[in-house]
């Protein structure tokens, strides 16, 4: 059994495909995998050589066998997958019979969602389909050149999904450390770890002796078997052509020390030959070098891991609708930018994790918890805690995190525990086990119990330790002061008795008393002391946020007090800010963002709201248009001027109701397949100044959701935009299928390639040419 | 960095208010620090009427390049981009300071040109011709796909085109230039001087018109 020897006996893998095509014939822009079918012997030739010089594993000559890349290919990418691995069947039969054959998977070719247009059940399915093509006739699958970690995810969940085979996983990282898409080796290992796969590296784009930082960092990090598939040295271009230039003997002798530390699987990508793999048996001990890892408990992004080393990791609370009416209605009314904005001042102020919740009676609450997260992603590097009492949005929301999860929570119940592991086990998250049952226990003891309760329970389902952290649970003083010290007891009782992490809600300790910031930043610095590791608080409170950081200088976290020392000398030296002598109207026209908010209130103490709209408001903003339209202001003023006036009637809005005074509402999206929407960005943020209400769908949105928004909102106008001609095609599309379902509002279209005589062509009712034009036009119709 | 084509951008048509200056600078730094430049190329051979990539037995519909490429008997094809972390800063900027999302914006079109161009530097191209990308003027924007595939863009340097055409990252571009034919860089050898909005409101990219 293959399983069986990974990690124990030392295998070797083959070498690169395409460098041996290419001396085989392959002409730049051929596709290799047509070698299959129109010529098998070149395929089996070269396996063979490689079976010859010692090679356990040939991978099938599948690179790019996917149905998205071999839309190109004059065949099916079926019949060229299914000759890849008949031909590998011959070779191996004819050579060497014991010898496995891999299903070679690369990367897809197209950047998945936020960022990309491909979706995460569209990569499942592409990979899920090359899986059940051959299952049954491989050994293994091989992930490999693999640059996003996303990518890698949907493709251990198809193959595990799709077959009981064993799964490589090899990434590509570059010079900087990170793959192409950011992810550095730590939050590779964490995530696949986490995911489960027999055995991961790295291969491609570097040399043996180039990848050495990285790969002694997924050797002390990974406790699965690792491979290494480098290069034949650093690539060098010679007219335009790519040569490598490091001897079979040389990358031997470089492979020798990896081999000494502990890598389990050999062998090589571009540029080596089967003199490489040859050379490669020869020097190779028979047995793998064990290795002693050190196990932590770590939680990812796709481009961040948080290492619980002992330090304070201080997780934002504030992405939670409990007790917060603008989240709640944000939430309801699907405006998620406004919590893609708490999660990014969250960031700012240094938190990192951020919780999320999303629950509230009424929502679809794993619908709106993956796209939530989905557009926190976009932008926000910290790994993220995946708060809900529901398994079904945490099984959602676990699926379609790009990373490795921090999920909140299981408790003592075996019922609740029955439901969450399997999901903890199968993504590879981290959890969170709450000391209750049917109520809170008062005593340390009693919550210690259940701690281990949990973890007890948890190991039964392959969850190690180190993937658990025991919440102590805050008590309320002004309710249970007698048993606030049991939390604190608890803590270290939990500490010392099972070696694991915690983590305590803080601010729950001061419900229902005066000056609450008091009180939760005492309890915090008695909670650290006992040893707390993750508060969950507001990073927006800079006292508690200072208390830990004065927490890390004191316990030597915080080495030389660096951190300290930048952050706190800022303090001191921060001015207050200067409130200038400008006028609101002059704010408005001069962008004075910062200030604007607190000039709104001034005048609002001696004039009426609707007087500070339409006498100061509503005139400046015309005088900043009229600028714009004479070129005497540019567009970033004009959009800084748009900004600060929507900040200004944010003021005035909470003052009294101006739902009436809002116009439209409107509707606007970036079209189907395309993903450049600052331009449709820069005229909604211009029509928000000018009273508009602006329902923002975002961008690449499906034809189809565009028709039901239109249902759902009854807009008064509908706006589109695309960047290209390619994507043009796609209004076209929507503006049918909103004109087919009945949709009468009127349809007005923008972006870099649209003219007037476009818009007519696709049967838009209106175009505009920039923002202002947007504006004017609108004016005029609503 | 050349502050005059990234107000150019960002249809300026007059002096740069100090604000704006300042934030120009402050994107500058910030763009420089986040870009991941990567670059390829591949070296073609060329053959006229109809203009053709040999290798690739790849026709170039297109009357500015038959125009521009006549002397030309090779061409080098580059790729490059800036990465994916400027796109998701430029998302980042969207949601809290759209006005720092379009200067951002700006200014890494312009540090893109600018990579590439120090980039071309690098490869002693003798006599050449500007860099053309499919999709300006007459040259078609299909020719991206042939050639990123060629290239490998996607696995050298991380660019995908999306279904729908698009680079990603955003900040990516590929170039053909012909070599041992030279074309001055003015206003009016550009294949754009007809419907060029920068011409329009007066102002020339080139020191010659």
Known sequence: MLRERLGKELLVFDGGMGTQLQEEGLKAGQIPEEYNIEHPEIIMNIHKRYLEAGADFITTNTFGCNPLKMQESQYCYCDLLKAAVKNAKQARDEVNPNAYIVLDIGPIGQLLEPLGTLTFDEAYEIIASQVLLVKDEVDAVLLETMTSLYEVKAGILAIKEKSDLPIFVTMTFEDNGRTLTGSDPITFVNVVEGLGVDALGVNCSLGP??????????????STPVLIQPNAGLPVLKNGQTCYEVTSQDYAQSMIEYMQKGVSIVGGCCGTTPDFIQALNRVKPTYVTPRHVKKYTRVSSQNQ???????????????????????????????????????????????????????LPGIDEPATMKKVIQLLQEVIN????????????IEKACRYYNG????????????????????VKKYGGVVIGLTLEDGIPLYAEERLAIAKKIVHKAATYGIEKENIIIDCLTLTASAQQKEVQETL??????????????????????????????????????????????????????????????????????????????KQSQVQNTQPLSTSSFSLEEMIIHGLKEEVKAKTKEVLETRDAMDVINGMIIPALNQVGKDY??????????????????????????????????????????????????????????????????????????????????????PKMIGLSALMTTTVVNMKRTIDALHADGCVCPIWVGGAVLTQEIADEIGADYYSEDAMASVTLLNSLL | MNKRAILQYLQYYSDVDEKTENLIDECILEVKQLAQFKAIYQKFSLTHQPLKIQELD????????????KDCQECFVIAC?????????????????????????????RYLEECCDAYEDTLNLGIHTFRFAPGYGDLPLALNQPLSRVLQIDKKIGVSISQGGLFVPMKSMLGIIGLGSQVEKSCLSCVRKENCVLRKGGQRCYVRD
């Open chain 1, 209 to 222: 002796h180039e990848l050495k930082p990285i790969i002694d960092e997924i050797l002390e990090t990974s």
């Open chain 1, 404 to 423: 490795k999860p921090l999920i909140n929570s299981v408790n003592g119940k075996d019922k609740v525990m029955e439901a969450i592991f399997p999901i």
């Open chain 1, 382 to 393: 910290l790994p993220l805690q995946i708060d809900s009492s529901s398994p079904e949005a």
């Open chain 2, 81 to 109: 981009t800036l990465g994916i972390q400027i796109d998701r800063q430029t998302k980042l900027y969207e949601h809290i300071d759209m006005t720092k999302a379009v200067v951002f914006d700006a200014v890494s079109s």
């Open chain 1, 305 to 359: 891991t948080v290492t619980f080393r002992g330090q304070i990791v201080v997780c934002g609370e504030r992405l939670n609708p409990t007790g917060k009416k603008k989240l709640k209605a944000a939430l309801k009314e699907e405006r998620y930018d406004e919590c893609v904005v708490e999660g990014i001042k969250q960031q700012q102020a240094g938190a990192d994790i951020l919780d999320v919740n999303v629950g």
């Open chain 1, 629 to 714: 339209e004479s070129n005497k202001i540019f567009l970033p003023q004009l959009i800084q001027s748009a900004e600060t006036t929507k900040l200004a009637f944010e003021v005035v809005k909470s003052t009294f109701s101006v739902d009436s005074q809002s116009k439209g509402p409107v509707m606007m999206c970036t079209v189907e397949g395309d993903i450049h929407d600052i331009g449709k960005n820069i005229v909604k943020v211009v029509l928000e100044s000018y009273g508009y209400q602006v329902i923002d769908l975002g961008k690449d949105v499906k034809v189809e959701n565009v028709v039901e928004a239109y249902h759902r909102y009854q």
């Open chain 1, 489 to 566: 007891k608890a803590l270290q009782l939990v500490k010392q008795e099972l070696g694991v992490h915690t983590v305590l809600g803080v601010s729950n300790v001061s419900f229902g008393l005066p000056n609450r910031p008091l009180l939760n930043r005492t309890f915090l610095t008695l909670a650290m002391q006992s040893g707390l590791d993750l508060p969950i608080i507001n990073p927006l409170d800079q006292q508690l946020m200072d208390t830990i950081d004065a927490y890390n200088v004191l316990y030597h976290f915080d080495k030389d007090s660096v951190h300290y020392i930048s």
């Open chain 2, 58 to 69: 790849l026709l170039c519909e297109s009357q500015d390049l038959e125009f521009y490429f």
